[in-house]
């Protein structure tokens, strides 16, 4: 459920910090030997941007599919290709069945996918600044 609120840039800027925090501790682990801990750190990260832009638009969104919600409203408002949407639904699909069922991720989806990873981060932190 979206929400309009006041933009909050003082909640945007301390999310947009755990994120940066993440990333950093991120960049000290070996993701490849740690490929389920590696996709979480990610999903986390990518999250807490988002969360973050949607602060400072004035919109929070709560409720079951939240996240699923944000995703779609992130895409659409920052001009997301598709494909590069239904990569952020998947991540957060692995990233619940690490969670709830105990999901193993394989090392070659963070090799093969880092890179879009690393874009998707790159554009989301260049929407805040």
Avoid: C, W
Avoid at 95 to 113: A, D, P, Q, W
């Amino acid at each position: 459920m979206i929400i309009k609120i006041r933009p909050d840039k003082s909640k945007s800027r301390s999310l947009k910090i755990m994120a940066e925090i993440t990333l950093e501790r991120l960049e000290d682990t070996d993701r490849e030997k740690y490929p389920t801990n590696t996709l979480n750190d990610y999903y986390d990260a990518i999250h807490k941007l988002m969360e973050a832009l949607s602060m400072l638009n004035g919109i929070k969104i709560k409720g079951e599919r939240a996240h699923q919600e944000l995703i779609d409203y992130i895409a659409k408002q920052y001009n997301f290709d598709e494909q590069t949407r239904q990569f952020l639904q998947q991540m957060r699909d692995y990233r619940n069945r690490i969670s709830y069922e105990g999901f193993m991720i394989h090392k070659n989806y963070i090799v093969l996918n880092q890179e879009k990873i690393k874009n998707i981060i790159k554009k989301l932190f260049n929407e805040l600044n």
